[in-house]
């Protein structure tokens, strides 16, 4: 039976999660802790104490052989250095993260950007179920995203597949360049414009008001309505760049933001216009699994 258990860990900048689960998606226990932000050692420490916790929960006992686990990371890892780049939780860029949880924890480690965790999941069994090409989106703090063909991640000699986020927004109107600067040092990409802060700080520039992103998605205000039909239709423009490449039948948002009410629903109108085709056919859902699809599918990197 222990050989069958799944281990995952979502590393994230706010939280770490970890989740011992069955092949079928059952849950035998989950644990989530805070984040040691902007310190490295501690984060290692956090998440190799962790998993023994997690798998303790579980019911697997200290003479259990320890397996191995997987673990969802922000950024990606540099397949020819091990390092990691491109990570929004500075703290962990340029470190050798995989060679590092190995050592501490004493484990075989298989690692993917968070973005491609919840592709995974969502294509295993939850929205994309069943999809031959799932483009998974998160909408957050960041903006990520993973491609899943034929169940399998894509990841790419350079390990940056999917991440459509940091590619410059597309068709963008006068008062739209250069756009925002972004942490990554450019200007105008797609998480300047579609991330929870990037929202903020639209609605901020033109309204001179301070929000929170389900503030303002919320509110019944012409301002704020206004601040939501730039944020769809930057959307709909991004994912529409990315539909022309890959043509997905499904596309799976996560993160907060996709929370919000009749966004997934709006997407496939305000998308047409940017298709080169007449007849789009990307099913545009949310994430069945929420917040959860992305330990879920670290979980299953090691399946």
Not at 222 to 233: F, G, I, L, N, S
Request: hydrophobic share 40%; with cysteine; charged share 20%.
């Amino acid at each position: 039976m222990t050989e069958r258990l799944l281990t995952g860990v979502d590393l994230g900048g706010t939280k770490i999660s970890a989740v011992v689960m069955e092949p079928s998606g059952r849950e035998l226990a989950r644990l989530r802790v805070a984040t040691p932000r902007d310190d490295y050692e501690a984060t290692l420490t956090v998440i190799r104490d962790l998993v023994i916790e997690t798998e303790r929960a579980a019911g697997l006992g200290q003479g259990a052989e320890p397996h191995p686990f997987g673990i969802g990371t922000p950024g990606s890892t540099i397949p020819a250095s091990g390092l990691i780049q491109n990570a929004n939780s500075l703290w962990l860029n340029g470190k050798p993260l995989h060679r590092d949880l190995e050592r501490v924890t004493g484990r075989r480690v298989v690692m993917a950007n968070d973005a491609n965790c919840l592709a995974l999941s969502e294509s295993a069994d939850g929205a994309a179920a069943g999809g031959a090409i799932v483009f998974a989106v998160i909408l957050g703090t960041g903006v990520g995203g993973g491609l899943v063909i034929d169940g399998k991640l894509l990841n790419g000699p350079l390990g940056i597949s999917g991440e459509w986020g940091h590619n410059p927004l597309p068709w963008p109107g006068e008062d739209e360049t250069p756009g925002p600067r972004c942490w990554c040092g450019r200007h105008g990409c797609i998480e300047a414009w579609l991330s929870g802060p990037a929202l903020c700080a639209d609605h901020e520039r033109r309204t001179g008001t301070v929000m929170k992103a389900g503030e303002i998605a919320g509110a019944d205000s012409p301002a704020c309505e206004a601040t939501m039909q730039r944020y769809r239709d930057r959307l709909a423009r991004g994912l529409a760049s990315v539909m022309n490449i890959i043509d997905p039948d499904t596309i799976v948002l996560g993160g907060g933001l996709s929370r919000i009410a009749g966004l997934a629903e709006d997407l496939p109108e305000l998308i047409l216009p940017h298709i080169f085709s007449d007849a789009p056919s990307a099913r545009i859902v949310r994430a069945i699994h929420g917040d959860d699809s992305g330990v879920r599918g670290a979980a299953r990197l090691c399946a």
